[in-house]
């Protein structure tokens, strides 16, 4: 290396290690300068006055959603002797129905593209037929895919040789079926250690991890009890504890509450939330039934004919159905229960900090010809609401802002249901403050805004499923 070089290398370096220290000085500054600036503005009327941040879209929600710990690409899958041929006809446009008409052959998946993020409940849904459990299946390759990749936690699975797999599947999946499969002879507290004693646990630890499971899942009390004693309920606890033991990344669910009866399957579908909330594990869950799409998917595909139609937040789907096949699906589906505050609140008319006089709260509500205001404090932290009336009492007493202020105020949170709002309007008559969990005053809802958006589209006149 030449003199010159070598004097531009060592430049370089000292250039890198120097840009690497300023970042670690610059950067927390430039974050507390933004902050400061926020929260300073947050005193001023006409600064705090701009209103919610923007409705959550697509992008944002994949920002928050953190990475993807199964990315799917190209995925297809024929059943039958010459796959090969089946596969040629879907390049050149043909149906699945056509494939199977001319070949014998079934198409189950149909060049599928999907990522799940880590830590989210991910539903595929879809009518009987159109593909769920061969998605599933083919994630811990129970079902051998055709073509296209899946890469899961960075490694193709399709990669994998026998050895490989089954360790793959030990240690990075659990998987609850409809039908519970447990094993009859064994005890509640060895069904739920078998992962466990397969990987080669002694019976202490496997013993002692799976009492902890079990009485995750409230079955204390039921480990030296046969399954054939067990409700259904209390069976897909037992399959649920079963696949949390070996700790995997990835829980696969097919239809595991179908079995049960709707009470109960509401119920397991609570826990289901609860345990998530608690272990932050990533689920893939099956299901033919909206609801409980809605109610536990994060984000939602939907399938159709081995095809997936549509991947979006329960919201997203609602609002913004793909096709009217997806439309049909949402036929009669009550909004109110999946549709969330965020999506309807809207920027506050006036808001006021709390240290305004009472006759510049009058002027503010009469310059945008409101009657009631939102009063904040420097933290734009929500204190209570004005009326104009109030405040011309408090005017004439010469009472401070303070003095008209009403602080019983009923309030949401961005994340609180439609449906739960409404029960709300009912039994006011101000426009509803959209709150945080810091009380940071994040909009207002305004209840003529409310009915419009939460009735069904006239989609399909028919309202009947388009197949
Ligand atoms: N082992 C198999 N051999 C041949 N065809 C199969 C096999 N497994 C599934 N299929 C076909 O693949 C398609 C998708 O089936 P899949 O079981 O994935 O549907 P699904 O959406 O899970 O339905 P369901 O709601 O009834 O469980 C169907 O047409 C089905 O007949
Ligand atoms: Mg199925």
């Known amino acids: ?12 370096r000292l250039e890198g290690s120097l840009s690497k220290h300023l970042d670690n000085i610059f950067l927390p500054l430039r ?20 209103g919610p941040p923007p409705a959550s879209d697509e992008s944002t929600h994949g920002e928050e959603a953190g990475r993807k710990i199964i990315s799917i690409s190209g995925l297809t899958k024929v059943f039958g002797p010459k796959p090969i041929t089946a596969i040629k006809m879907l390049e050149n446009g043909s149906s699945k129905k056509e494939v199977l008409e001319q070949t014998g052959m079934v198409v189950g998946l149909k060049n599928i593209a999907l990522d799940v993020h880590e830590g989210e409940i991910f539903v595929v849904m879809g009518l009987s037929g159109s593909g769920k459990s061969t998605l599933l299946r083919c994630l811990n390759r129970l079902v051998e895919p055709t073509q296209g990749s899946i890469v899961i936690n960075g490694t193709d699975i399709r990669d994998l040789d026998d050895k490989g797999l089954r360790k793959f599947r030990r240690t990075q999946m659990g998987m609850v079926f409809q039908n519970f499969g ?51 309920g209390m069976k897909q606890r037992v399959g649920l504890a079963r696949a949390l033991a070996t700790d995997p990344a990835i829980l696969l669910m097919d239809e595991a509450f179908s079995a049960l009866d709707p009470l109960i399957r509401r119920s397991m579908q609570d826990e289901l939330i609860d345990l998530h909330d608690k272990l932050q594990k990533t689920i893939v869950f099956v299901t033919h039934d909206l609801d409980e799409a809605l109610r536990l998917g994060d984000r939602i595909a939907i399938m159709r004919d081995g095809e997936v139609v549509q991947v979006g937040t329960p919201e997203e789907i609602l609002s913004n159905p793909s096709n009217e096949y997806v439309a049909s699906f949402l036929n009669g589906i009550d909004r109110s229960k999946v549709m969330t505050c965020e999506s309807l609140m809207k920027r506050p008319e006036v808001v006021i900090s709390r240290k305004t006089g009472p006759r510049t709260a009058l002027k503010m509500l009469d310059d945008s010809d409101q009657v009631i205001g939102f009063v904040v404090d420097r933290d734009r ?14 005017l004439e007493a010469a009472k401070p802002l303070a003095a008209a202020v009403n602080t019983s105020v009923r309030t949401v949170k961005p994340d609180t249901k439609v449906e739960e709002l409404i029960a709300i309007l009912v039994e006011t008559d101000y426009p509803i403050p959209v ?33």
């Open 182 to 232: 447990l094993l009859p002879h064994r005890t509640i507290l060895d069904n739920v250690a078998y992962g466990l004693e397969v990987r080669g646990a002694r019976a202490e630890e496997r013993h002692a991890r799976a009492q902890s499971m079990i009485e995750l899942v409230g079955l204390k009390g039921y480990e030296s009890a046969y399954p054939s004693a067990l409700s259904g």
């Open 435 to 467: 709150l945080n969990d810091d009380s940071i005053l994040m909009g207002v809802i305004y209840p003529g805004s409310v009915m419009d958006k939460v009735r069904p589209d006239d989609v399909t006149a028919s309202g009947e499923v388009a197949l």
């Open 31 to 50: 974050t507390w300068t933004r902050e400061v600036q926020i929260s300073s503005c947050a005193g001023k009327p006409d600064e705090t006055a701009r």
């Open 1 to 12: 290396m030449s003199y010159n070089d070598t004097v531009k290398d060592t430049l370089s």
């Open 381 to 394: 932290r929500f204190t209570g609401l004005v009326k104009a009336e109030g405040l011309l009492k408090a």
